[in-house]
Every structure is written in structure tokens, then in C-alpha cells.
């Protein structure tokens, strides 16, 4: 099948890049994202309240350094073991 799955979208300089992204969903009506990045982009949409669900894996190792994930202020409302991880499901209502 030769159907584009991905497309590069360019934000201006001097505007605010969530916005930016926000509004070229909007025009294009695409209405769910996901977002997997670092502390510092998951963190953006965090403060923004610009998420409905984070699903959150712990394992059982723990890192001495390296960049603390962002903290959600909610409760999990289920959770899931897999192996050695556990999968925490969050949702912001």
C-alpha cells in the first residue's frame, strides 16, 4: 500500500510549539495524539492539562541519575504486572 503515514509539519519561529501543534491537529481534525518523548515535552503537555490518558511503566531497577520523569498530580485508576513492571493507567478528569 503506498499511503503516507507520516508528514513534516513546520512551526514558525516565535510561536509557541504546542500551539502550534494543537492548532494544525485542529484544521486537520485529527483528534487524538500521542506523545512519547522526553521529561521536558511530556512535562509541557502536563502543566497545560493538554492530556486525557498517561500510562505510566515502573520497573524494578532504579536509575541514581538521569532526568526524573514528570509527576503526575492524580491518582492511577488501574494498574497491570508484567514481569518485573508495573503498568499504571492515569487519566485527568
Do not use: M
Amino acid at each position: 500500500d503506498d499511503k503516507k503515514i507520516a508528514e513534516r509539519v513546520i512551526v514558525k519561529p516565535g510561536k509557541e510549539p504546542t500551539d502550534a501543534i494543537i492548532e494544525e491537529l485542529y484544521n486537520r481534525d485529527i483528534q487524538s495524539l500521542i506523545v512519547e518523548g522526553g521529561a521536558g515535552l511530556l512535562s509541557h503537555f502536563i502543566q497545560r492539562g493538554l492530556w486525557d490518558e498517561a500510562r505510566v511503566f515502573v520497573g524494578d531497577i532504579e536509575f541514581e541519575k538521569g532526568v526524573e520523569a514528570p509527576k503526575l498530580r492524580c491518582l492511577p485508576r488501574g494498574s497491570k504486572q508484567f514481569d518485573n513492571s508495573i503498568l499504571y493507567l492515569y487519566r485527568n478528569i
